[in-house]
């Protein structure tokens, strides 16, 4: 019974803690941990959510428009895996994007195979990007 009792208490601690995640905080002025971000235009309401650690997006990240996913990228070190979404809820595109320096300035760029889909799902074409530039494109019939 002590052993029941001890387990409900070290579950509810548990959910205390997990439930009680502050979000968009920032640790010496950089971002950190879970973040929400909204902005309203007009009767458009577009929000993203993900994780930040030391101001860098890690994991995955969700931005939506209405309540609509339009896209999705996770991030790991210094690539980043990204899938678009058309109106209809298929996929748009999906490919990678890398972070690169010029300069003074980093960016993510595309990079490699890029496949693109209309709104019905099906294949248009394939782009090969280096250093954000398109390099080949293939175009399906």
Not at 15 to 25: M, P
Not at 42 to 68: A, F, L, P, Q
Request: with cysteine.
């Amino acid at each position: 019974m002590k052993f029941k009792n001890i387990i409900k208490i070290v579950a509810l601690l548990i959910f205390i803690s997990l439930s009680s995640c502050k979000i968009n905080q920032t640790r010496n002025a950089l971002k950190q941990g879970k973040w929400i971000e909204t902005k309203q235009f007009m009767n458009t309401h577009s929000s993203s959510e993900g994780r930040y650690k030391k101001s860098e997006k890690v994991g995955r990240w969700n931005y939506s428009i209405n309540d609509r996913i339009v896209s999705q990228e996770n991030y790991k070190k210094n690539s980043c895996h990204i899938i678009k979404y058309h109106n209809t809820g298929k996929v748009q595109q999906i490919g990678y994007s890398k972070k690169t320096t010029v300069g003074t300035k980093t960016e993510w760029l595309p990079s490699g195979k890029w496949i693109f889909y209309d709104s019905e799902g099906v294949l248009l074409g394939t782009k090969i990007y280096e250093n954000g530039i398109p390099i080949q494109e293939i175009y399906e019939k």
